[in-house]
């Protein structure tokens, strides 16, 4: 069974600080794909980045960076230069190939906090 | 282009009344999605639609909540009797394509509340 985990629930940090959220998991299958999401205060998910399994690159968005492991099935996410914007709970997905219909399994969600 | 919308965005009822929730998906999405979350919970799958068809209820936890998706557009989630631990946040998501993992989009949500 798929199964992800994100051990922090809540990180605080100033403004211009780096921010590294975990995210660990678990599949038998050998494709997935792994996917972030961001819900800021106004409820709604925002996608954020698609990876698939045979895809180990590092990506890099702008202020935002992803770091994939298969080694250690971790796929964690950097925000540098943290900014108020940032403030936010990020979500990561797993979902299976071989799953009928991709359904996402989530993470429990890291809630971010970045003061000014 | 539209996103997925999805009303109401709040719904306070009492326990044993019946709530409707409806998702409108992003235009020529062919899969919609239903998830949940419950206080304290992980977003949890509930089902997922591939045009009209149920593709996967495997996450629909019992037979007081019934979905549908007539002529493959929009979609409705009926509640009926709600319950208090159906209280939560009631998402929807669409993505394109068939056969192929596409990005899910999701909706705002509706946040339910059970009294």
């Known amino acids: 069974a798929q199964k992800v985990t994100q051990a922090q629930t809540e990180i605080s940090v100033v403004e211009k600080e780096d921010v590294t959220l975990d995210c660990v998991y678990e599949t038998r299958d050998t494709t997935y794909y792994l996917f972030w999401y961001k819900q800021p205060p106004s409820g709604e998910l925002v996608f954020l980045i698609r990876?698939?399994?045979?895809?180990?690159q590092n990506e890099i968005s702008g202020r935002y960076s992803w770091n994939f492991q298969k080694s250690t099935s971790s796929f964690n996410f950097t925000i540098t230069a943290s900014q108020v914007v940032d403030s936010a709970v990020y979500f990561c997905a797993l979902s299976e190939w071989e799953a009928a219909g991709n359904k996402l399994t989530f993470g429990g969600g890291t809630r971010v906090l970045v003061k000014p | 282009e539209a996103g997925v919308t999805q009303f109401p965005s709040h719904s306070v009822i009492e326990k044993g009344q019946t709530v409707t929730l409806r998702c409108d998906p992003i235009s020529g999405h062919d899969n919609l999605y239903w998830y949940r979350r419950v206080m304290g919970k992980e977003i949890k799958f509930l089902l997922h639609?591939?045009?009209?068809?149920?593709?996967?209820e495997s996450g629909m936890p019992n037979n007081r909540f019934l979905a549908e998706r007539t002529g493959g557009t929009y979609s409705t989630l009926k509640v009926q009797p709600a319950e208090l631990e159906d209280s939560g946040v009631y998402f929807c998501a669409s993505s394109q394509g068939q056969g192929a993992i596409g990005t899910q989009y999701f909706g705002p949500g509706t946040r339910l509340l059970v009294l």
């Open positions: 639609f591939v045009k009209e068809s149920k593709q996967d």
């Open positions: 990876r698939n399994s045979f895809d180990e």
